[in-house]
C-alpha cells in the first residue's frame, strides 16, 4: 500500500530523483559521443543564411524567466496546501 502524507504519495519524490539523474545520465551519454565532423566540412567559407539579430540575446532571459516563475508558482502552491 502507498502511504501518503497530507494526501500527497511519498513515492513520487525518489522516483522524479530517479528520473532526473536517468535524463542527465543519458544527456551526457549523448554529448560524450557526438561526432565532432573533423575533416567533413572543407574550407571555411561564408555559408550565408540570415544575420544575426539584437533579439537573439532574449532567448535565453525568456526561458529563465519563464523558470523562475513556473518555480516560484509551485513553491506557492506546496506552501499553501
Known sequence: MIRTWRGKAEWA?????FLAILLVA???FNV?????GGEAIPGGGA?????????????P???DLFLVV????????????
Open 61 to 63: 532571459l525568456v526561458g
Open 13 to 17: 519524490v525518489p522516483l522524479l530523483l
Open 32 to 36: 560524450a559521443n557526438l561526432d565532432t
Open 70 to 81: 513556473f518555480v516560484s508558482f509551485v513553491a506557492r502552491r506546496s506552501a499553501s496546501s
Open 26 to 28: 543519458a544527456l551526457a
Open 47 to 59: 555559408s550565408g543564411g540570415t544575420e544575426p539579430n539584437a533579439f537573439g540575446v532574449f532567448d
